[in-house]
């Protein structure tokens, strides 16, 4: 065991001194002298949360399987922490070896919101690496950034190397094999950068030029050499059941966000909720092989000693040997004393029948996604989810046992209307009057419990609402205010319980995910004003965010409030994530009109993520 | 059947606390495939149950925890398992199978014995400044210090609570009270030595290690493993 990069005083003064002295249980250690690149990978948020996301456990398992190659982790240090490095003048270290992260070949960071973006910063600077990637010189740290952000990363193009568009098991092992040629070379960091810039899915953001309309819109983005390419592609898997996959996960010591096995059993949905960008980039939907899950559950649960193991989709009941899965879990659950939790499952009489199987009808909830008040607004977003699914799927839960119902909805949606509004505490209503019309007053023990919960709708680039305006804050807080009303206003309210978040957040969200190069000053201001941690409500402070909009001139309703024109030139058009432009637009009309778009299997729509040659494109035609 | 499973936590995992020690150990006996016993219910959890909480920052070679099991195969075999799924800086020393009434050991724990030594990061030798101020300590009747609660501060005198004090090694050595009826903290001590030095006290500038965990009277004081037999 190593010696530890923080004193026994740093250590002893700090909350949760376990984030940073490494040495879980299956890390990865090698010979430094057989190694030729040290690969740093971040989640630039606190280990807790870091270590609960699956992404990073596969980039982890993928970079150590090459023998060249030894990646370590890193996570954002806490505020405490924080300030005594800065003070002390510490450099941020990786957990396995201890090492700081300016010694490192790669910093790759993952950028799963844009509320961590400031801890990227915070992660950069306190690593030692020049802030701006233009600063950096031979030698230096490359900074690259991956995940879902990444397909509009703009805001964040000062900061990073490079960005690799697209699911990371793809291109990696390219871009790592070039960089061996440059460091045993003298090729220059620049050479580097535009060799790199032809592999495909990776985005070297200075090598694009950017220019814009008097209105302040993108003109154009446009290479600045020849040999670069105009559009960036996506990368996806397509060889979904060959990947890699982390058999041997690092067990945490400290309880981490989600303290159990996770099985990826499907990749990208097939339904295409109109504001989900993630079923719009992770297209195709692409599904594991059912005995392949199966094993791999067995084998990381023995790796693990883990005692829970969940499934991990966007929405797992549309996996098509999910009964053959489920039936497995359960045997697991029997036999072995493994907990099962099943997120993201539609309510209906089989998954009533499984969930009561596996875990304590009195103390569970079911949740609902509804995401919208009325059938016509969850028309417009394309959730195809009815009042008479909710109803029914209440219904046989209530006789099932269950009292505790949960719902998520969306404010400010595009075309939203206070009878919409009304419609998320009417639904409510009616929810708990099936609830008293099933269940016989003698059977009742305690009361139902509706809790419905509302987030702000913040649009994405890459879905058909990349074109919709936002509201402004006050009227959101108005919206929140007309439902809470609403609730108190319904016969059986002490049943209704709902809640809603801060609408500052959302809205930078917003400004941030629609964002364009210009915020990047904006972004440093913001954290050389201590921002970090924004995405913690105890952290966050909209007032440096106000203080540099004004001290940059940024207009923030330009990107909020602001419709774009159907042919405007977004800040991320040189990405192609496979969907087309074309059928996001036409989805985005199609909202507008109230018409709805069946899903991939019910009838393919053309959407042109086709293009990578497999999953459900091609599922019927095997 | 209920063993009794004596172990070390050293080195780095000094900074994991007392629940995370928990969990770790309940993947580990997942992971080394011994049969333990679940309680029943949705959610059920292992038997198991440990002997005294463990501050972060201290290392031992004393700890404890008992579990149920529903078969075993010998204290040789079910070390090794574990040991080969443990990570550096925990180590399973021994395992008893309990005798037939021992009560669990988080009832009869009665003392512990504690080796405090120099913190090579700090310039001081704590321990080393400390020496001279034992033995006066131990002469006096009394020794009165300030006990934080959750609520208020009190005076109390800690000084029937101290078995033995002595200087060991090069550090110094104590076995003190320990367990539910009564319990005296390494850090208590340290700070009232120092007080009476005229050093400023701080947690960080010196290491303690726990040496044993006990059972029984103070006069007769046995290891918690001596409640049941080798397998
Ligand atoms: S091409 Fe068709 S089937 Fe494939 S993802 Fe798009 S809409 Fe679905």
């Not at chain 1, 079923?279 to 594991?288: C, D, F, L, S």
């Not at chain 1, 919709?468 to 309210?493: C, G, H, L, S, W």
């Not at chain 2, 049969?35 to 959610?43: E, L, R």
Request: proline share 4%; with cysteine.
């Amino acid at each position: 065991m190593g010696k530890l990069a923080l004193s026994e005083r740093i250590l002893m003064n700090i909350e949760k001194p376990a984030r940073y002295i490494g040495n879980e249980v299956n890390i990865v250690k090698k010979d430094l002298n057989d190694i030729d690149i040290r690969f740093a990978v971040c989640f630039p948020d606190v280990y807790e949360i870091g270590m609960s996301y699956l992404g990073i456990q596969i980039l982890y398992d993928f970079f150590n399987r090459r023998s060249d190659t030894y990646c370590e982790r890193v996570y954002s240090p806490w505020p405490d922490l924080d300030k005594i490095m800065r003070e002390e003048n510490i450099k941020l270290f990786s957990l396995e070896t201890q090492t700081p992260v300016s010694e490192f070949d790669w910093l790759g960071i993952t950028i799963q919101y844009e509320m961590c973006y400031t801890n990227i910063l915070q992660v950069i600077e306190l690593s030692g690496i020049p802030l701006y990637a233009k600063d950096r010189k031979k030698g230096d740290t490359f900074v690259i950034g991956g995940g879902p952000c990444t397909v509009n990363p703009e805001p964040l193009a000062d900061f990073f190397d490079m960005f690799y568009i697209g699911e990371g098991e793809v291109s990696y092992n390219e871009i790592l094999e070039l960089y061996k040629v440059y460091k045993e070379s003298n090729m220059e960091r620049e050479e580097f950068l535009r060799k790199a810039s032809r592999i495909p899915g990776v985005y070297v953001p200075s090598l694009y030029e950017v220019s814009y309309n008097e209105d302040g819109t993108v003109r154009a983005i446009n290479p600045i050499y020849d040999d670069v390419p105009e559009k960036i592609k996506w990368q996806a898997v397509m060889d979904f059941d060959n990947v890699p996959y982390p058999m041997k996960p690092v067990v945490p010591y400290i309880r981490a966000t989600q303290d159990r096995v996770t099985l990826e059993i499907m990749r990208g949905c097939i339904r295409g909720c109109r504001f989900c960008q993630a079923g719009m980039i992770y297209r195709p939907t692409r599904q594991k092989n059912v005995n392949m899950l199966k094993e791999y559950a067995r084998i990381m649960l023995d790796n693990t000693g883990y005692e829970e193991i969940s499934l991990s989709s966007l929405s797992s009941s549309d996996y098509e040997k999910l009964d053959e899965l489920l039936s497995f879990l359960i045997e697991l659950r029997d036999n072995d004393h493994v907990n099962v939790s099943l997120p993201s499952l539609r309510i209906d009489a089989f998954s009533l029948d499984v969930m009561s199987k596996v875990q304590d009808i009195k103390k569970s909830s079911l949740t609902f996604a509804a995401e919208a008040g009325t059938q016509r607004l969850r028309d417009v977003i394309n959730k195809g989810i009815t009042e008479e699914n909710i109803i029914k799927g209440s219904h046989d839960a209530f006789l099932g046992g269950w009292d505790k119902v949960k719902l998520y909805f969306m404010m400010g949606l595009p075309t939203e209307t206070d009878e919409d509004l009304l419609g998320i505490a009417e639904l409510a209503e009616k929810i708990s009057e099936e609830y008293f019309d099933t269940v016989p007053k003698e059977k009742r023990n305690g009361r139902v419990m509706i809790n419905a919960s509302s987030s702000y709708f913040v649009p994405k680039p890459f879905t058909p609402f990349q074109w919709a305006p936002m509201i402004t804050p006050e009227e959101y807080t108005r919206r929140a205010y007309f439902v809470k009303d609403a609730f108190a206003r319904q016969r059986n309210k002490k049943s209704l319980k709902f809640q809603y978040h801060d609408a500052e957040i959302t809205v930078l969200e917003g400004v941030l995910a629609r964002g364009d190069r210009r915020l990047g000053k904006v972004l440093y201001d913001v954290y050389k004003k201590g921002a970090i941690y924004d995405a913690w409500t105890e952290f966050f402070d909209m007032n440096r965010y106000k203080e540099a909009f004004d001290e940059n001139d940024v207009d923030i309703n330009f990107y909020i409030t602001r419709e774009r024109a159907d042919d405007e030139i977004f800040p991320w058009e040189h990405l192609d994530v496979g969907v087309s432009r074309r059928f996001l637009l036409n989805e985005w009309h199609n909202a507008k009109a109230g018409v709805v778009t069946p899903n991939c299997r019910q009838k393919c729509s053309g959407c042109g993520a086709a293009v990578y040659k497999g999953g459900v494109c091609f599922e019927a035609k095997n | 059947m209920k063993l009794r499973i004596k172990y070390e936590k050293t080195g780095v995992l000094r900074f994991i606390g007392h629940l995370d020690v928990m969990r770790l150990f309940q993947k580990a006996i997942r992971r080394a495939g011994l049969d333990v016993a679940y309680s029943k219910g949705f959610s059920p959890h292992q038997i198991i149950s440990f002997a005294a909480p463990m501050p972060l920052g201290m290392t031992s070679e004393g700890e404890y925890f008992d579990g149920e099991f529903n078969s075993v195969t010998s204290t040789k075999d079910m070390m090794e398992r574990l040991n080969a799924v443990l990570p550096d800086g925990i180590k399973v020393h021994d395992i008893v199978l309990l005798n037939e009434n021992a009560k669990p050991s988080m009832a009869i724990v009665s003392a512990s014995d504690y080796y405090i030594y120099k913190n090579e990061e700090c310039d001081k030798d704590i321990p080393a400044l400390l020496k001279e101020y034992i033995e006066p300590m131990m002469n006096k009747a009394t020794v009165e210090v300030v006990r934080k609660t959750k609520s208020k501060e009190e005076m109390t005198d800690i000084k029937p609570l101290i078995f033995d004090l002595k200087e060991y090694e090069d550090g110094i050595y104590m076995l003190l009270e320990s367990g539910s009826k009564a319990n005296l903290k390494p850090e208590l001590v340290v700070a009232a030595l120092c007080e009476n030095a005229g050093i400023e006290y701080n947690r960080y500038d010196y290491m303690i290690h726990r040496l044993e965990t006990y059972m029984g009277d103070c006069k007769a004081l046995k290891p918690l493993s001596c409640d049941g037999e080798n397998f």
